[in-house]
């Protein structure tokens, strides 16, 4: 089945161990999302791919990089996680398009900051 | 900058009930709408989507009506069942910005048997 798939689905790291979330696709869509979630929120967007063109929101923290390899493949990189980093970790997907496309959602990765 | 508003941020509503949930969007170049349902733990899941040349879309106990004038959209579900409890966000985006999303804040909707 055609999919956006995150690994792990769960991650605990220690206050400032760098950490690794990856995003891999079979949609083949151009365009790959990452969202910060936390609770009783809405997800907030980091930043996202376009091919191999990366757009970092205003607001993202320089603590946020990311890495996109190849059209399948996108790593989220937290390089000093704080405890207010401990949130899920949304990937998503969408169509190039000259119009809006629907993004589709992998099943996130829940971060735990000790 | 853009901005859309939900509400209301909490709905209870009895079995068999409707629920209806409420955005606007502030960007007129808004034109697409949809709406994702997030259970806990999982995953946002697009249920409906709605773009601005319609106003209204159904499909089976989920409908969503927009109205670009006063750029507001709602949703609709009828006969409402514990399986619809969950949290659902509107977003919209627009021509020109890689379909970024914008939210609204959410809606928790708590159906009882």
């Known amino acids: 089945d055609a999919m956006v798939i995150q690994n792990p689905r769960y991650q605990v790291t220690q206050f400032g161990k760098p950490v690794t979330l990856s995003c891999s696709q079979t949609?083949?869509?151009?365009?790959m999302y990452w969202y910060q979630q936390k609770s009783s929120q809405a997800p907030k967007l980091l930043f996202h791919?376009?091919?191999?063109?990366?757009?970092n929101e205003a607001d993202t923290p320089d603590n946020f990089q990311s890495r996109r390899p190849n059209t399948s493949f996108c790593f989220l990189d937290i390089r000093s996680p704080g405890l207010g980093d401990a949130a899920m970790y949304l990937c998503?997907?969408?169509?190039?398009?000259?119009?809006?496309?629907?993004?589709?959602f992998g099943p996130g990765t829940r971060l735990l900051v000790l | 900058g853009e901005n859309v508003e939900q509400h209301p941020s909490t709905l209870s509503v009895q079995e068999g009930d409707s629920a209806v949930i409420k955005c606007t969007y502030s960007?007129?170049?808004?034109?697409?709408f949809p709406w994702y349902k997030q259970e806990l733990g999982k995953r946002p899941q697009l249920i409906i989507d709605?773009?601005?040349?319609?106003g209204e879309k159904k499909d089976q106990r989920i409908a969503v009506t927009l109205n670009k004038t006063a750029k507001h959209f709602s949703l609709h579900i009828t006969e409402t069942q514990p399986e619809d409890s969950a949290v659902y966000f509107c977003?919209?985006?627009?021509?020109?910005?890689?379909?970024?999303?914008?939210f609204g804040a959410g809606t928790r909707l708590a159906v009882h048997p």
């Open positions: 998503a997907t969408s169509r190039e398009s000259t119009g809006v496309e629907t993004q589709y």
């Open positions: 949609l083949n869509h151009n365009v």
């Open positions: 791919y376009y091919d191999k063109d990366f757009n």
């Open positions: 960007d007129s170049a808004s034109n697409y």
């Open positions: 709605i773009r601005s040349n319609v």
């Open positions: 977003a919209a985006s627009k021509p020109g910005g890689y379909n970024k999303l914008i």
